[in-house]
C-alpha cells in the first residue's frame, strides 16, 4: 500500500508538506504543489480518510438501521437518506435487522466501533433501553418513521390521523361493516392505525366489532387470515389493511373467496408503494412521504453532527395524503 511518506520521498519534500497539499486549506507553493500532485497521480496514492476523519473527529459517515430491508417502504426511505448524505459528503452503511432488538443493540454497538457520526434509526419496537443508552451516549442519533422515545429526534407521520381519515374515507362512501388488517401492536405505528381506525368508527356512531379485527404479524399468512375471515363473514362491505402489502394480500384473498373489488367489497391501504397503482384494482391508500422523509432524518442528523441543530429533540411530522383509486367504491350512489 502506498502512504504519505512514499508519497514525500517521490516529491523530494516532507510529509506535512503533501498533507498541506492535500487537504487544500494552508497555502503551498505552486511548483511545490505540483510536484506533490504529480507523485500522487504517478504512485495512484489513496489518502485514509478513516484516519484523516478520526484526526479531524469525523469519519463522515452515518449508520441507517432498517427492519426488514425486503419491505418495500425502506428502499424509498434508505435513497432520500443516502442521496442527501451523498450531497453533504457523507457515506451510508446500512444494517437491517430483521426486527430481531438483538439484533438492532449489535447493529448499533457496530457502526459505534467503526466510529459513525451518527445513527439513524427504524426501530424494532420490542425493546428502547439501548435507545435512550444510545442517546445519553452522545451520538447524533435521529429515529425514523417509528417513535419510541419522547426526548429523541424524529421523521414521523400522524398515524392515528391518517388511520381515521382513511376509515372516514370508507364510512363517507357508504361502508358500515369495515374490517381492519392489522400489524403487530406491539409496534407504536400499528397501535395508533387502529387507535384511528377505531376513532373514525367512534366518531360516526358505530360501535367497533372485535369481530372485525384481524391482527397480522410478519410471521403470518395475511392472505390466510383474510380467506378464511371472509369466507366465513359475509356482511364486511370493506377492508382497511394497516399497509399496502397487507392490502395486496388481503385483495388476492378477497378474489378468491369469490369477491369482486370494489362491486362487493372495498378495499383500502396504507403507505402508497411503487405497485399500488398497478394492482387490479388500482388501490387507494394513504400516501407516506417516504422519500422526503429520508431526506429530512438526514438533513437533522447532519444539523446534529455539525452543531447547527438545537440540542432540543425535535420530532418532525411529515404530512400524509389520501390517494383515491379504484379500489373503494362509493356505495353513497345509485
Known amino acids: 500500500m502506498v502512504t504519505i511518506k512514499d508519497v514525500a520521498r517521490k516529491a523530494g519534500v516532507s510529509t506535512s508538506t503533501v498533507s498541506r497539499t492535500l487537504s487544500g486549506r494552508i497555502p503551498v507553493d505552486p511548483h511545490t504543489r505540483e510536484k506533490v500532485l504529480a507523485a500522487v497521480r504517478e504512485l495512484n496514492y489513496q489518502p485514509n480518510e478513516l484516519a484523516k476523519g478520526l484526526k479531524e473527529g469525523k469519519t463522515k459517515s452515518m449508520g441507517l438501521i432498517m427492519p426488514n430491508i425486503c419491505n418495500p417502504v425502506f428502499p424509498l426511505v434508505s435513497r432520500g437518506v443516502e442521496d442527501t448524505a451523498r450531497k453533504h459528503g457523507y ?4 444494517c437491517n435487522t430483521d426486527e430481531d432488538p438483538i439484533r438492532e443493540m449489535e447493529s448499533i454497538q457496530k457502526l459505534r466501533k467503526q466510529w459513525v457520526d451518527g445513527i439513524i434509526l427504524a426501530a424494532s419496537g420490542r425493546e428502547n433501553s439501548h435507545i435512550r443508552e444510545l442517546k445519553d451516549s452522545g451520538l447524533p442519533v435521529v429515529l425514523l418513521i417509528r417513535r419510541m422515545e419522547d426526548e429523541v429526534d424524529a421523521v414521523l407521520i400522524d398515524n392515528n390521523a391518517s388511520a381515521c381519515q382513511a376509515v372516514s374515507y370508507l364510512l363517507e362512501t357508504g361502508h358500515r361493516r369495515i374490517a381492519i388488517v392489522n400489524g403487530d401492536r406491539r409496534l407504536p405505528l400499528y397501535r395508533e392505525r387502529y387507535r384511528g381506525y377505531i376513532q373514525a368508527l367512534k366518531k360516526a356512531g358505530i360501535a367497533p366489532d372485535p369481530g372485525l379485527v384481524l391482527e397480522v404479524t410478519d410471521e403470518d399468512s395475511c392472505y390466510n387470515a383474510v380467506y378464511t375471515f371472509l369466507r366465513s363473514s359475509s356482511d364486511v362491505d370493506a377492508i382497511f389493511a394497516a399497509n399496502d402489502l397487507r392490502a395486496l394480500e388481503a385483495m388476492r384473498a378477497a378474489k378468491d373467496a369469490g369477491y369482486r373489488i370494489p362491486e362487493d367489497i372495498s378495499i383500502m391501504g396504507f403507505d402508497n408503494l411503487q405497485f399500488s397503482p ?7 391508500t394513504v400516501d ?11 438533513d437533522r442528523l447532519l444539523a446534529l453532527i455539525e452543531g447547527t441543530a438545537s440540542p432540543e429533540p425535535e420530532v418532525r411530522i411529515m404530512k400524509t395524503q389520501l390517494v383515491i383509486r379504484e379500489s373503494v367504491k362509493d356505495r353513497t350512489v345509485i
Open 91 to 94: 457515506t451510508l452503511i446500512i
Open 278 to 284: 398497478f394492482l387490479d384494482p388500482p388501490l387507494t
Open 288 to 298: 407516506q412521504p417516504l422519500y422526503q422523509m429520508g431526506q429530512t432524518a438526514a
